[in-house]
């Protein structure tokens, strides 16, 4: 068959999704009555692979979804991408986004599986994903009831770029890795050294205000043990001068009484010596 090449090139091209190098015989044999191997077909798709790597093409043939699709090369991803965001209509939303994850990973699982972990009704997030043809049901489960399993389809994996369910990233790669203080290393790994520079500066800075702001609580913290202590010594002080008081007052009170007492002894010896003024004046009375 002449110019076979093109002939694959073109029905790769014009295929929406990815086509099989078996789909690409059944083609070309209804299309020539000419049979064609799987090997002659394989060779040309890799000499069509060869061909478009070159930097003159702004698209590649990709093995995808197990088999094989034109693609932008990831240099033009992002404007493309930008493109796809304006005149996207139906975009997967975070529930849909969540079912689906459950599903790719848990695969055959029921809908009663998925509301567990999800802990919501998902009756019409998988409605909307089975439209999408993102799943479809893969039997029933050998339960109470006999309730439906649901997996992942075909363009699923033609979706988001993968041939088996084996590529889906793995949990690990989004748990987050543990950096040991004291191994900078791993923090810096991959950062210029104007970001490195930038880092240790700022790094530097939070340690400085750290240093300041704990100063300042050591400070009042000893300003308030001065006042506390200062307000103890006074209150200890005032019962020392209420006692020197109270003696002061008791002395006064003695000199007082003493004083009082010596005036009426004064009192009672005038009062004698009257006493005798009157009696020898009795008795000059008596002799006249």
Known sequence: MNDLQKLIEALIFSSEQPISAAELQTVLFTYSGEEVSLEAIQEHVEGLIGKYESDDFVFEVVKTG???????????????????????????????????????????????????????NCDHTIQKLMER??????????TAGRPLLYGTTQYFMDYFGINTLEELPKL???????????????????????????????????????????????????????????????????PLISEENEQETMGGDEISGETTMGEEENSGETMGKEDASGETMGEEDRAS
């Open 133 to 142: 043809d993102l799943i479809r049901i893969s039997g029933r489960a050998e």
């Open 66 to 120: 197990g088999g094989f699709q034109f693609l932008s090369k990831p240099y033009y991803h992002k404007p493309i991408t930008v493109l796809l965001q304006h005149r996207s209509k139906r975009k997967l939303s975070v529930a849909a986004l969540e079912c689906l994850s459950i599903i790719a990973y848990s695969q055959p699982v029921t809908k009663v599986d998925i509301e567990q972990i999800r802990g919501v």
């Open 172 to 238: 690990k790669e989004f748990e987050q890795k543990e950096v040991s203080i004291g191994d900078p290393s791993d923090i810096m790994e991959g950062m210029t050294d104007e970001e490195v520079y930038n880092k240790v500066q700022l790094n530097n800075e939070r340690r400085d205000d750290a240093q300041t702001d704990n100063n300042e609580e050591n400070q009042q913290s000893d300003d308030q043990q001065e006042v506390a202590a200062e307000a103890e010594a006074g209150a200890g002080d005032e």
